[in-house]
């Protein structure tokens, strides 16, 4: 369900994650979410039963963070207005906090259909 990444790609080879690091930076500023308080976990779409799933394993702090962070951004996009310097969301507050959890109930899945698919056989008594 998740996207293909190339973070393992990039994180193994130093002199290549020195160069994309600060156009990472620049593209998370340009797409503008940290600017309405947003974190980049809060657009993940909920249409998918895995992300629904992983919403209602998230604690009820996080969860009500998330809420807030939503509604509060929605406030701001029908105003038409960012928030202030101070109450935007800085880089280093940008953390995952579904995304584990999404890899997690993934994981989970696939190893349930795994084990779904197995086929048992029986000995056979030896003569």
């Not at 797409?31 to 993940?44: H, N, P, S, V």
């Not at 919403?55 to 207005?81: I, M, W």
């Amino acid at each position: 369900m998740s996207a293909p990444s190339l973070t393992k790609f990039i994180i193994k080879r130093p002199w290549l994650k020195r160069w994309m690091t600060p156009l990472a930076n620049w593209y998370a500023d340009a797409a503008g979410y940290r600017k309405l308080g947003l974190k980049a976990d809060d657009l993940i779409p909920e249409e998918s039963d895995t992300v629904l799933l992983a919403l209602k394993r998230l604690p009820p702090k996080e969860a009500y963070d998330r809420v807030y962070r939503l509604r509060r951004a929605f406030q701001c996009s029908l105003a038409h207005q960012l928030l202030p310097k101070e109450e935007q969301t800085k880089s280093e507050e940008d953390t995952p906090y579904l995304t584990p959890i999404i890899q997690a109930i993934e994981a989970e899945s696939k190893e349930r259909d795994d084990l779904e698919a197995m086929v048992v056989y029986r000995r056979k008594a030896k003569a």
